[in-house]
């Protein structure tokens, strides 16, 4: 079935890089995503990656999929306390062709300490 | 512009009240969703229009309510709400349906008292 798990809580330190994992069940995904969302605001998408990519990096930001172990993860260099938010990865499937709706995993809240 | 705008921020309704949330976009796109996302939860996909036809009714109740009147806006009619749909609504787009990127609006914060 479809799942997207990710974990719920994550802490750094300013500065220091901060890696966020999910993982997905369905091995017909074929666009992963990150979106962030700062409290009491709506999502913005980060990024996405095409499932036949191992990595996409876009300045801080670097992903890296393992399409074997259907392992997706969010690399940001450089933490800043203006990256706090929650984060959510996501997927689509293929549908002969065409994306279906995605479908989000819990989301991960990052805490960036000063 | 990469802007999805919605209207209004914040709407405070009784049970009996009957409101509008508004959506509007002017990248051109021809899918437009809303979503329902409850505090510490991820957004739940409640209806899909695709080039202004409702695609996608994710078995919503009825007391919600799409329109598109055209491409560039959607609205959300309430109507006789109760205290459990207090939530954030996020209003989406895309360039065409199920298309890889959603643009997200701010969201309306709603409560039902």
């Known amino acids: 079935g479809e799942d997207v798990e990710q974990s719920l809580f994550l802490s750094v330190r300013e500065g220091d890089s901060s890696v966020i994992n999910c993982t997905y069940t369905d091995s017909s995904s074929t666009y992963l995503y990150w979106y962030k969302q700062e409290p009491g605001a709506g999502l913005q998408l980060l990024t996405y990656?095409?499932?036949?990519?191992d990595m996409k990096q876009d300045q801080r930001l670097t992903v890296l999929l393992n399409k074997k172990d259907k392992h997706l993860s969010l690399r940001i260099a450089d933490t800043q306390t203006g990256d706090s938010a929650i984060y959510f990865c996501?997927?689509?499937?293929?549908?002969?062709?065409?994306?279906?709706?995605?479908?989000f995993g819990k989301g991960t809240k990052l805490s960036v300490k000063p | 512009d990469t802007e999805v705008i919605q209207t209004p921020k914040h709407l405070v309704m009784g049970m009996t009240n009957k409101k509008s949330l508004k959506c509007e976009q002017h990248?051109?796109?021809?899918?437009m969703y809303w979503y329902k996302q409850k505090a510490k939860k991820p957004p739940e996909l409640m209806f899909v229009?695709?080039?202004?036809?409702?695609?996608i009714n994710e078995s919503v109740p009825s007391r919600f309510s799409p329109e598109c009147p055209n491409s560039s806006l959607l609205n959300l009619h309430l109507h006789a709400l109760q205290p459990e749909d207090s939530a954030l609504y996020l209003c989406?787009?895309?360039?065409?349906?199920?298309?890889?990127?959603?643009?997200f609006g701010p969201g309306t914060r709603l409560t039902v008292t």
């Open positions: 989406a787009s895309s360039h065409g349906p199920r298309n890889y990127e959603q643009y």
């Open positions: 996501a997927e689509t499937l293929d549908y002969g062709g065409s994306q279906g709706n995605l479908i």
């Open positions: 229009y695709s080039y202004e036809k409702l695609s």
């Open positions: 990248m051109g796109h021809r899918a």
């Open positions: 990656i095409f499932s036949n990519m």
